[in-house]
């Protein structure tokens, strides 16, 4: 096998995953199979929280994977081992860009002033911008649609006057304090 025919195993093998991320972020991530560990992600954290949440399990399972095709690959049908390989790709731009760029998991912050990673970090924020697993918008990884269709699909829910009104009614305005 040529050198081209593993580099396109791969490439096909990342676009993929962001395919099959997205199918398992919306429907068993927010789905009720899933949700137990992923509103690990989408609740709050604080210091005493650590560098994990439940959430991370993903990760492992998705690792496990890989790693069982790497093994199938070696063994007996080498393109397994370059899907594997797309699948490591794939967990390491995962790692980059959602972890670190976007949910700022990395020792050093960085928000992007402009262009594609301005874009996928506004998506992701959005994402976040509900409260539970209903409602929410923009369930890939690394592909992020466009910010003013998102926010008009917010906005066409009205999960945000929910959540503004919500808060509104926690407040009050006289004493400052909350109700």
């Known amino acids: 096998m040529t050198i081209l ?3 396109l195993i791969v ?3 990342v676009a993929a995953m962001e395919f099959v991320a997205y199918a398992t972020h919306r429907w ?3 789905g ?3 949700w137990g560990w992923h509103e690990s992600h ?3 954290h604080d210091d005493d929280h650590g560098i994990f949440e439940k959430n991370d399990l993903y990760a492992v399972v998705f690792t ?8 199938i690959g070696s063994a007996w049908w080498p393109p397994l081992w370059w899907i594997a390989v797309g699948m490591a790709v794939y967990g390491v731009l995962y790692f980059i860009v959602h972890d670190g760029l976007v949910h700022q998991r990395w020792p050093f912050r960085h928000v992007p002033r402009r262009g594609y990673l301005r874009r996928l970090y506004q998506a992701h924020r959005l994402h976040h911008a509900v409260e539970g697993r209903d409602d929410c918008v923009s369930f890939g990884f690394l592909y992020a ?3 003013d269709g998102l926010k008009a699909d917010l906005k066409r829910s009205g999960v945000l006057a929910k959540r503004a009104s919500a808060h509104r009614d926690a407040w009050n305005p006289e004493t400052q304090d909350r109700i």
Not at 64 to 71: K, P, R
């Open 5 to 7: 025919g593993p580099v």
């Open 11 to 13: 490439i096909a093998t």
């Open 28 to 30: 068993i991530m927010h």
């Open 32 to 34: 009720p199979l899933g």
């Open 42 to 44: 989408h609740e709050a």
């Open 64 to 71: 496990i994977l890989s790693i069982g095709l790497f093994a």
């Open 145 to 147: 649609p466009p910010v």
